[in-house]
């Protein structure tokens, strides 16, 4: 006979009394103690010294692995042992549902809500009835408390109507929740694969994909999210024609030439929607070239020096948007003005954004100028300006802003039919390659140059000129700052002469370029035997 306890593996409800018994073998051994998880209980005689026995009251959820009990006798601390198991009964099973990826196979998913604290063998065991066939399934693959089931049954051929008892059982109880539906209003279809994409132009290419399973008897809602490189992004649904495990194709119209996007696709059943599929892996694609879709803004302006007569011209590079392209090269043609002679013309790189035009010797007259960005698709519309300046007489203005801008305004002039232009070039070591300018239409009265194009501090060369009939005429010009600040440093002085009652001092001039505004005097301060003090 050896030594025992009772009860053994006991699975007892969370708040029970338990009654534990030890007897050891060995008549003349004691039964001194029970140690129910690390701590030792003394024990009741029940008839003689090598029987005993203790109550445990409201007992608490045990261990995962349960609850260890332990007899200890007078001459062994450890005689035998038994496991006790505390935990719940299951509760309704949590978001019970069910959905077909296709129509070949329904599956089913829930929580397991409440935790029990029974586990393996002891735990939650799942069975899936299906009233109208009959059919009843265990449902394996528990992990742990609260986490996901599933289970699956294959659809069965004309059956649309399903209703489903879910049961969950363990050693203290049971619980159950129930469900039915029509299959063909619960699909969710598998994730789309293989997106493909091929040009069909510049702007329209079509797009593939393989969807598995089958759908033969449903139509598809299957929608395209297309996202450019910088996030904006576009969704557009598709209607299809359900089929089994194939590849769909659709074209994608109204793109925009040379651009990145990234797209991907995703599906549903368009006769009863549910849910969308998973969306697809994304599909980076490139759209081909186009040719440039507008004109280049260009300014020209005449430049004599001694040595002889030129053209400036200038233009301004195209957005991407607008370029539909990598612009490779820029063609500049000129001609005399009403001339028929053919155009002599340049090509510079695309990185280029001026150009200047020598003229020969004595050559006072106007020309037409035309500019045009070309890339490997072809050529934007030219640009076209004659270098005609109509005479004008004004005034050399001086204007001063802030520190956010200037603002320069004007009258409005209905001959001015082809709008106005602004050009600002700093005052001094002047560059031709330094102008900027900005173009207006007609209607506009106004032209603000913030900071940021036109530095505080630094004296600019500002000029409005109204353009009719492509002919420019002078209405402004401004010495201008956008905000002054004071001189970079002070003037040098001497002190030529002093006398009792006089001190002739000379200064030499702070170069105009230092001055960081318009100079308004000079401030002489005289200390006159480090007491007195006069100022001139």
Not at 43 to 63: A, C, D, T
Not at 322 to 340: C, D, Q, R
Request: glycine share 6%.
């Amino acid at each position: 006979m050896e030594d025992s306890m009772f009860p053994i593996d006991k699975v007892l409800l969370v708040g029970s009394n338990m009654t534990v018994c030890c007897k050891v073998r060995n008549e003349e051994s004691m039964v001194d103690s029970i140690q129910f998880n690390g701590t030792n209980y003394p024990v009741i005689q029940l008839g003689s010294s090598n029987v005993g026995g203790i109550q445990f009251f409201n007992m608490n959820k045990s261990e995962s692995s349960g609850d260890n009990i332990i007899c200890n006798s007078n001459l062994d601390p450890y005689t035998a042992g038994t496991v006790v198991f505390v935990g719940y009964p299951p509760v309704e099973p949590q978001n019970f549902s069910c959905e077909a990826p296709d129509l070949t196979i329904i599956n089913c998913t829930w929580k397991t809500g409440r935790p029990t604290g029974l586990y393996g063998e002891r735990g939650t065991k799942y069975s899936l009835y299906e009233r109208f066939s009959g059919i009843n399934l265990t449902c394996s693959g528990y992990t742990g408390d609260q986490e996901d089931y599933n289970c699956s049954m294959d659809v069965k051929k004309g059956q649309n109507l399903y209703e489903f008892l879910l049961l969950g059982t363990n050693p203290l109880g049971a619980a159950n929740t129930s469900l039915d539906f029509n299959v063909r209003e619960r699909i969710c279809p598998f994730p789309v694969e293989s997106v493909g994409i091929r040009d069909l132009s510049s702007t329209d290419v079509s797009l593939s994909w393989r969807l598995p399973g089958t759908y033969t008897s449903i139509n598809l809602l299957c929608e395209t999210e297309i996202r450019k490189t910088h996030g904006q992004v576009e969704r557009r649904n598709i209607t299809l024609k359900g089929a089994d495990s194939t590849f769909y194709t659709y074209p994608l119209n109204n793109l925009h030439p040379f651009t990145n996007y990234y797209i991907r696709v995703r599906c549903s059943s368009y006769d009863h929607f549910w849910k969308w599929s998973n969306w697809s892996k994304e599909k980076n694609h490139k759209t081909l070239a186009a040719a440039p879709s507008r004109k280049l803004e260009i300014w020209t302006e005449r430049i004599h020096t001694p040595e002889n007569c030129s053209i400036a011209v200038y233009w301004k590079h195209l957005r991407p948007y607008e370029a539909n392209g990598e612009v490779t090269f820029y063609s500049i043609e000129w001609k005399p003005l009403h001339s028929n002679e053919k155009p002599q013309y340049i090509r510079l790189s695309g990185e280029s954004n001026r150009t200047q035009i020598n003229l020969p010797a004595g050559d006072n007259g106007d020309y037409e100028i035309n500019v045009t960005a070309i890339n490997s698709a072809g050529s934007s519309p030219p640009s076209s300006m004659t270098t005609v300046q109509l005479l004008s007489e004004v005034e050399v203005e001086r204007a001063i802003g802030d520190s956010s801008g200037i603002n320069i305004t004007w009258s409005p002039d209905s001959n001015f039919s082809c709008g106005y232009f602004v050009t600002w070039v700093p005052s001094f070591h002047l560059q031709w390659a330094d102008l900027q300018w900005k173009r207006f239409s007609s209607h506009v009265t106004s032209a603000f140059i913030h900071t940021q194009q036109m530095l505080a501090g630094v004296r600019h060369n500002v000029s409005l000129y109204g353009c009719r009939e492509y002919r420019f005429q002078l209405l402004r010009s401004l010495i201008a700052y956008t905000e002054e600040l004071s001189p970079k440093a002070a003037p040098n002085f001497t002190v030529q002469e002093t006398t009792s009652k006089s001190i002739q001092v000379k200064w030499d001039p702070i170069p105009e370029d230092d001055l960081r505004g318009f100079l308004q005097g000079y401030l002489i301060y005289v200390v006159k035997n480090q007491s007195d003090s006069y100022f001139a």
